[in-house]
């Protein structure tokens, strides 16, 4: 009987060692396919805040754009944001796409106390079916892409990054610091 379930145990063990191999394994098989289609900006269309539909390449068309993933809930993301909104003058250049899965009232709550709201190159988007997310594999906010005026990957961050290595990989310098 004690043969029976040593074997058992052991058979057990084996099982539960090969089930983590296996998953591990497409964790990183995600992870690789995820940074591929991460190269170019994706065509998903998404809703803006006005309820505008847009597609991403239409927004980021021929100019430097960073694409951020966050939350408003979020205090890493609010630090984030602050951080750009106190250096906006900088991303003259660019066109800053904010992307959010959260209810449309969140995030308008959070738009209409934040200092982005008045910027022409700021764009609050809704990633309302998560396509954003499942694209890039967000697995934590803030995400951060950057892209040049030719829409290929230039950067990406998971968490906070400083504003002058977002302004780097965008190729803006600077110069225009007030």
């Known amino acids: ?13 084996l099982a539960s060692a090969v089930w983590l191999v296996f998953s591990v394994q497409q964790k990183k098989d995600a992870t690789a396919e995820a ?6 900006i994706p065509a998903i269309r998404l809703t ?3 309820g505008d539909t847009f597609s991403l390449p239409q927004l980021s068309s021929g100019i ?5 993933y966050f ?14 909104g106190k250096r906006i003058l900088e991303f003259d250049d660019a066109q800053i796409l904010l992307v959010s899965s959260q209810e449309r009232s969140e995030i308008s709550e959070f738009y209409n106390n934040h200092s982005l709201k008045n910027s022409s190159n700021v764009f609050w988007l809704m990633d309302e079916d998560m396509e954003v997310a499942a694209h890039y ?3 934590s906010v803030p ?7 030719e829409g290929k990957l230039q950067g990406k961050f998971q968490g906070p990054v400083k504003v002058d ?9 600077k110069t225009k610091t007030p």
């Open 137 to 139: 594999g967000v697995r």
């Open 35 to 40: 940074e591929v289609r991460a190269e170019s």
């Open 48 to 50: 803006s805040l006005s």
């Open 1 to 13: 009987m004690r043969k029976i379930i040593l074997s058992v145990l052991i058979l057990g063990l």
């Open 71 to 84: 939350n408003s809930t979020c205090e890493i993301c609010q630090m984030e944001l602050q951080s750009i």
């Open 165 to 173: 290595l977002i302004l780097e990989k965008l190729g803006i310098s």
């Open 143 to 149: 995400a951060i892409f950057c892209y040049d005026s």
């Open 64 to 68: 430097a754009t960073v694409l951020i």
